[in-house]
């Protein structure tokens, strides 16, 4: 049986480790910037876990 504190810091862990993988996901070049956002969007939960992307664009002459 598991106790309380096993549990959380297994959520803890769990929680550190998706974080991680949404950052290499919406690091990745090959998806477009709505395909970003929209995973983004997917992955948040209001108050608790926002994903934010921004991305930067320049253009030289």
Known sequence: MKT???R??????FS????ERIREVLG???LTVR???EIA???SVTNIYEVKNT???AVEK
């Open 4 to 6: 309380v504190s096993t």
């Open 8 to 13: 959380i810091e297994q959520a803890a862990e």
């Open 16 to 19: 550190w480790r998706i974080d």
């Open 28 to 30: 990745q070049e090959d």
């Open 35 to 37: 395909q970003k956002q």
């Open 41 to 43: 969007e997917t992955f």
């Open 55 to 57: 991305e930067t664009v």
